[in-house]
C-alpha cells in the first residue's frame, strides 16, 4: 500500500492511521493470542461510526483486503490480516446506561468490563462471557454465554439494537421493527455482514452474585461428572456453573499444598443466593459425588467475578482452542475427559463445558442465528501456554482431544469457539439448518462477501 494512499486515508479519519513504519504500529497489531502474528497494510484506528464508513468505502475503492477488530479475542486471530486494512474500533469504548429503561448503549470497541462496571453503578447486568477483556462486539455477534446465561439467557437474547455500517460504506439500524432479516442474523451469525458500532442492550437486576469454586482430586472426575450432568440442569436457574479440568494456579485463594496440581472443578455463580448462609445451604451437594480438595464461597460484586481470570490469562498467551455444543455428558465422554486430563501438557491449559440451559431455552429454534437452543453445554478445549515453543504441544492435545470427544457432541460449535483451520463445512455444523437463510441474508447485505474474514456465511449463489 503506497504512501500516498495512506495519507489519503489520514485525511478521511479523525482517529489514527498507522502503517508499519508508524510508532505504535506493532503494538497496534498485537491480539490477545501471541500465537497469531500478521502484519495488515494499515491500521485505521476508528474514533467514531464515520470513520469506520470511511474505512470501508476506502477498502472497496481501492480493493483492499478488510478486517475488523473489536477486543481482539479471536482465537485464531481472525481480526488479523497480513497485507489488510484492518479497521481497529478499540478507540470507540463508551456505555451509555438508562436506568430507568434498564438499557446500556454500547460502543463497538468496548470491552465487557466497561459495561459489566456501568452497568453495576445501577444494580444492573447483561449476561456475556467471564472475563472482562472481552471484546463486547464478537461476543455478542457470536451469540454471547457467560455466568449469567442460566438466569438471564445468551447475550443476543438481551440485544434490542444495533448500528452496523455495510459493506457498501451505509449504515442501518438492525432491531425487531428495522431491518428484522439482518437483526436475526446478527443474533449468531458472527461478523459476517457489517460492523456493529453500537450495541443497545436490555439491562438485568444483577448485584452482588455468590461466587463458588469447588474442586476435587482427578481420580474422582468420573464421580463428579456424573453427578454434575444431573444437578445442574434440575437446579434453579439463578444458579450457574461451569465445569473444568486444570491445574491449579498459584496464588489466592487457593492453598500452597494444590498449586500446580491437576484437578476437576466447577466455578460457580449464583444471582439467588448471595450471602454466606444461603451459599453454604445452596453449595451443600458439592459433597454428594466426592469429598472436594477444595471449596471457596463468598459473595462478590458482579464486576469481582467478571474480572477473576484476567490476571491469570492476560494477554500475550499462546493459544489454540477448539469446541462443540452437548445436549448429554456420555459416560463414553467422562473416559475421555479423564484421559486428557491425566495429560494437560500446560500449566493454563483447561478445558470449560458451560452451560447453556435455563433461560436460554425459552427462545424457539428459529428466533435467532444461534442454531442450538437445545444444547445445554458449550465445550471449548484450550491449550495455552507463555512460551512460544509450546505452540504446537498446545495444538496437538486440543486437537487430540477434540477429535476423542466429537462423537460425543452435537456436531457443531459455538463459533467463537472455532478455529480459523476448520474449514466451511464446520461454519455450516454450527449453524445447522440456518445456514441458507443467512446466506440469503448475506446476499442482501454483503453480497461480495467483503466481510470474509470470519467463520464465513458465503452469500446466496456465490
Request: net charge negative; aromatic share 10%.
Amino acid at each position: 500500500m503506497g504512501g500516498t494512499a495512506v495519507e489519503t486515508l489520514r485525511e478521511l479519519l479523525r482517529g489514527e492511521v498507522l502503517g508499519p513504519e508508524d510508532t505504535g504500529y506493532d503494538e497496534s497489531r498485537k491480539i490477545y493470542n501471541a500465537m497469531i502474528d500478521r502484519r495488515p497494510a494499515v491500521i485505521a484506528r476508528c474514533a467514531d461510526s464515520t470513520d469506520v464508513r470511511a474505512a470501508v468505502r476506502f477498502a472497496r475503492d481501492t480493493g483492499m483486503d478488510l478486517a475488523v477488530r473489536g477486543g481482539g479475542h479471536s482465537g485464531g486471530g481472525l481480526c488479523l490480516v497480513d497485507g489488510s486494512l484492518m479497521i481497529d474500533l478499540s478507540g470507540m469504548r463508551w456505555v451509555r446506561v438508562d436506568p430507568a429503561a434498564r438499557t446500556a448503549l454500547v460502543g463497538g470497541g468496548s470491552q465487557l468490563g466497561d459495561l459489566d462496571h456501568e452497568a453495576h453503578g445501577h444494580g444492573l447486568a447483561v449476561p456475556a462471557g467471564v472475563m472482562s477483556t472481552t471484546g463486547v462486539g464478537g461476543l455478542t455477534l457470536g451469540g454471547g454465554h457467560g455466568h449469567l446465561t442460566r438466569a438471564y439467557g445468551l447475550t443476543v437474547d438481551s440485544l434490542l439494537a444495533a448500528d452496523v455500517v455495510l459493506a457498501d460504506g451505509s449504515t442501518v439500524t438492525a432491531s425487531a421493527d428495522e431491518h428484522p432479516d439482518l437483526f436475526w442474523a446478527l443474533r449468531g451469525g458472527g461478523g459476517n455482514f457489517g460492523v456493529v458500532t453500537s450495541f443497545r442492550f436490555a439491562l438485568h437486576p444483577v448485584g452482588d452474585v455468590g461466587l463458588g469454586v469447588t474442586l476435587w482430586e482427578p481420580e474422582h472426575i468420573g464421580e463428579v461428572l456424573r453427578w454434575y450432568r444431573d444437578f445442574l440442569p434440575a437446579a434453579a436457574e439463578d444458579l450457574n456453573g461451569f465445569f473444568a479440568i486444570l491445574r491449579v494456579a498459584p496464588g489466592p485463594p487457593f492453598p500452597e499444598e494444590i498449586h500446580g496440581r491437576r484437578m476437576c472443578g466447577v466455578v460457580w455463580c449464583s444471582t439467588g443466593a448471595t450471602d454466606e448462609e444461603s451459599l453454604a445451604k445452596t453449595f451443600a451437594p458439592v459433597a454428594e459425588p466426592a469429598r472436594p480438595a477444595f471449596h471457596f464461597a463468598m459473595p462478590v460484586p458482579y464486576p469481582a467475578i467478571q474480572t477473576m481470570f484476567d490476571e491469570l490469562i492476560p494477554k500475550g498467551l499462546q493459544w489454540y482452542w477448539r469446541g462443540d455444543f452437548f445436549d448429554r455428558i456420555t459416560d463414553g465422554s467422562i473416559d475421555v475427559h479423564r484421559v486428557f486430563l491425566e495429560n494437560i501438557p500446560t500449566a493454563l491449559s483447561t478445558m470449560h463445558l458451560y452451560p447453556v440451559d435455563g433461560a436460554a431455552h425459552r427462545l424457539g429454534p428459529m428466533d435467532t442465528a444461534w442454531a442450538y437452543r437445545d444444547a445445554v453445554w458449550s465445550g471449548v478445549i484450550a491449550g495455552i501456554s507463555t512460551e512460544a515453543a509450546d505452540a504446537e504441544r498446545i495444538r496437538t492435545w486440543a486437537v487430540d482431544y477434540w477429535e476423542a470427544l466429537h462423537p460425543h457432541s452435537m456436531g457443531g460449535g459455538y463459533v467463537n469457539f472455532l478455529g480459523a483451520d476448520e474449514g466451511g463445512e464446520r461454519v455450516r455444523s454450527t449453524y445447522r439448518g440456518h445456514y441458507d437463510r443467512l446466506a440469503e441474508v448475506k446476499r442482501t447485505y454483503d453480497p461480495d462477501n467483503v466481510f470474509h474474514h470470519n467463520q464465513n456465511v458465503v452469500p446466496a449463489g456465490g
